[in-house]
């Protein structure tokens, strides 16, 4: 798909429905995507169909995935956690553990109030259909999972 490439981001502009590959400052690819069914919002709960927005990292990539192939995305975040605890939505005993995770780098937890299981998958893009995760073409995700490192990060923006 690319070239060498050395420091990969991703931006998601939800509103824009696009997804863009950057190496270091330079903007090197750029996706049209769909998004979960209910996109307008920051994530708040579980099955709220919203995309969450914020700072998150590649935790895993599964090439066994329903949607063809997957990235998966550090959600919930410190953010969401902080959030969560003040709201009563999750046990101080959640809240911590998605803050030991988010600071080793590691699988945030996947099943709480606030949701999880946040991908960016292939599927298609005709509309936005997901339960919150992003979806690219199958093809495109194919490109992207070759070259997107673990650990890399990603910003979804409004």
Known sequence: MLGELKELKIIIRKHERRLEVYDGGNLVKTFSIALGFAPAGDKEIEGDGRTPEGEFYVFTKNAESKFHLSLGLSYPSKKDAARGLAAGAISETDHDQIIAAINNGKMPPQK????????????????DWTQGCVALRDEE??????????????????
Do not use: D
Request: glycine share 20%.
């Open 112 to 127: 709480t109030s606030l949701g999880g299981e946040i991908y960016i998958h292939g599927g298609g893009t005709n509309s």
């Open 141 to 158: 995700i194919e490109g992207l999972f070759k070259i997107i490192p673990l650990g890399a990060k990603v910003t979804i923006l409004p």
